[in-house]
Protein backbone atom coordinates (compact mmCIF):
# COMPACT_ATOMS: atom_id res chain seq x y z
CA UNK A 1 0.00 0.00 0.00
CA UNK A 2 1.31 3.74 -0.90
CA UNK A 3 0.79 4.75 2.64
CA UNK A 4 2.78 2.39 4.38
CA UNK A 5 6.03 3.58 1.77
CA UNK A 6 5.16 7.07 2.44
CA UNK A 7 5.09 6.58 6.20
CA UNK A 8 8.78 4.59 5.77
CA UNK A 9 10.08 7.13 3.79
CA UNK A 10 8.81 9.99 6.18
CA UNK A 11 10.19 8.40 9.13
CA UNK A 12 13.75 8.14 7.00
CA UNK A 13 14.13 11.77 6.56
CA UNK A 14 16.28 13.97 8.26
CA UNK A 15 14.40 17.13 10.48
CA UNK A 16 15.39 20.14 7.88
CA UNK A 17 13.90 17.28 4.78
CA UNK A 18 10.58 16.89 6.95
CA UNK A 19 10.62 20.58 7.39
CA UNK A 20 11.20 20.78 3.42
CA UNK A 21 8.38 18.10 2.97
CA UNK A 22 5.76 19.83 4.98
CA UNK A 23 6.91 23.59 3.32
CA UNK A 24 6.30 22.38 -0.08
CA UNK A 25 2.85 20.55 1.09
CA UNK A 26 1.29 23.76 2.35
CA UNK A 27 2.84 25.39 -1.09
CA UNK A 28 0.93 23.26 -2.88
CA UNK A 29 -2.55 23.24 -1.06
CA UNK A 30 -1.93 26.96 -0.90
CA UNK A 31 -1.71 27.49 -4.54
CA UNK A 32 -4.68 25.20 -5.00
CA UNK A 33 -6.92 27.37 -2.26
CA UNK A 34 -5.56 30.44 -4.32
CA UNK A 35 -7.06 29.06 -7.57
CA UNK A 36 -10.30 27.20 -5.96
CA UNK A 37 -10.80 28.99 -2.63
CA UNK A 38 -14.46 26.72 -2.72
CA UNK A 39 -12.38 23.19 -2.57
CA UNK A 40 -13.40 21.51 -0.56
CA UNK A 41 -10.75 18.97 -0.25
CA UNK A 42 -7.97 22.12 0.25
CA UNK A 43 -10.36 23.36 2.76
CA UNK A 44 -10.60 20.04 4.82
CA UNK A 45 -6.35 20.14 4.22
CA UNK A 46 -6.13 23.42 6.42
CA UNK A 47 -8.41 22.62 8.63
CA UNK A 48 -7.08 19.44 9.42
CA UNK A 49 -2.99 20.71 9.71
CA UNK A 50 -4.57 23.38 11.99
CA UNK A 51 -6.01 20.54 14.25
CA UNK A 52 -2.75 18.58 14.49
CA UNK A 53 -0.70 21.92 14.90
CA UNK A 54 -3.33 22.50 17.42
CA UNK A 55 -2.78 18.96 19.15
CA UNK A 56 1.25 19.03 19.13
CA UNK A 57 1.54 22.28 21.10
CA UNK A 58 -1.44 21.00 23.42
CA UNK A 59 0.68 17.78 24.21
CA UNK A 60 3.80 19.89 24.14
CA UNK A 61 2.55 22.17 26.46
CA UNK A 62 1.28 19.04 29.01
CA UNK A 63 4.96 17.61 29.04
CA UNK A 64 6.50 20.60 30.69
Request: net charge negative; aromatic share 8%; glycine share 4%.
Amino acid sequence: MITNKLWGDLGELEEEEAIHVLTKLFETYETLHNQKPDDTAVLDFFNRLDAAMSQTRECNLNRR
